[in-house]
């Protein structure tokens, strides 16, 4: 289950780097037909959000 909910990370986190545009300006949300920002731009809860969710990530990574 550990490595399971691991890879989920890791799969969210890459679905949001995918989806992100080349200026990398977070939304708020995507569009979930095709991945369009939509809603709030550049918010900076998003950045902190995705900023915490990868350490958090990378942490747990490396741990085991």
């Given at each position: 289950v550990h490595r399971a909910t691991g890879l989920g990370a890791w799969v969210?986190?890459?679905?949001n780097w995918y989806y992100t545009p080349a200026s990398r300006e977070l939304s708020e949300q995507f569009d979930q037909n095709d991945g369009a920002p939509n809603s709030a731009r550049n918010l900076s809860w998003s950045y902190a959000c995705f900023i915490t969710a990868y350490a958090a990530r990378r942490r747990a990574a490396l741990q085991s």
């Open positions: 969210l986190i890459n679905e």
